[in-house]
T-cell receptor
Framework: NAGVMQNPRHLVRRRGQEARLRCSPMKGHSHVYWYRQLPEEGLKFMVYLQKENIIDESGMPKERFSAEFPKEGPSILRIQQVVRGDSAAYFC???????????FGAGTRLSVL | AQTVTQSQPEMSVQEAETVTLSCTYDTSENNYYLFWYKQPPSRQMILVIRQEAYKQQNATENRFSVNFQKAAKSFSLKISDSQLGDTAMYFCAFMKQAGGGADGLTFGKGTHLIIQP
């Protein structure tokens, strides 16, 4: 009974590199959410996707960040040309439907050197 | 936009005691959900309890219960017979029930709860 799986757990990148974070939702879930947690802060909503569609990206930075949830495979959060301010924990959650309970993965901790 | 405020950055109690974590929120919505999530040192976010705003009865899950005061926009979490494994960050969160707008959860900044042996 696998929960939400995120990988890698830890990711180190140098400034200017690209970061790719992966999220496999719980079995039977087709809704995926991405959140960012800065040190000493709560989680901030970034984007909500269903299969092949971005439903709500109101929390996504306008530049360098993108997300996808293809028909096959995990959801990907992509950060291009990373900067030190991107260092944070990135959490993925999945749900069985819009407004249903969201179940979280263990997060990916991104460190930008 | 919704805001969630947790006014207690850190709390510490003895094992077996009862502790209450406070949460207030601000919204113009009438229908919404409120949640408490727990984040232990492993950093996994774990759902503790959920409350639907249209329900007057306070939600309960074993040792965890809430005091939901809709008019006051208050949603506190009570942990009875606290255990060492309850040590964690606790986040209060809000989500609109229906309609447009962000579908994501709005979180407070968290309360670090420490259970002392």
């Amino acid at each position: 009974n696998a929960g939400v799986m995120q990988n890698p757990r830890h990711l180190v990148r140098r400034r200017g590199q690209e970061a790719r974070l992966r999220c496999s939702p719980m079995k039977g879930h087709s809704h995926v959410y991405w959140y960012r947690q800065l040190p000493e802060e709560g989680l901030k909503f970034m984007v909500y996707l269903q299969k092949e569609n971005i439903i709500d990206e109101s929390g996504m930075p306008k530049e360098r960040f993108s997300a996808e949830f293809p028909k096959e495979g995990p959801s990907i959060l992509r950060i291009q040309q990373v900067v030190r301010g991107d260092s944070a924990a990135y959490f993925c959650a999945s749900s069985a439907g819009r407004k249903n309970i969201q179940y979280f993965g263990a997060g990916t901790r991104l460190s930008v050197l | 936009a919704q805001t969630v405020t947790q006014s207690q950055p850190e709390m510490s109690v003895q094992e077996a005691e009862t502790v209450t974590l406070s949460c207030t929120y601000d919204t113009s919505e009438n229908n919404y959900y409120l949640f408490w999530y727990k984040q232990p040192p492993s950093r996994q976010m774990i759902l503790v309890i959920r409350q639907e705003a249209y329900k007057q009865q306070n939600a309960t899950e074993n040792r965890f219960s809430v005091n939901f005061q809709k008019a006051a926009k208050s949603f506190s979490l009570k942990i009875s017979d606290s255990q060492l494994g309850d040590t964690a960050m606790y986040f209060c969160a809000f989500m609109k029930q229906a309609g447009g707008g962000a579908d994501g959860l709005t979180f407070g900044k968290g309360t670090h709860l420490i259970i002392q042996p």
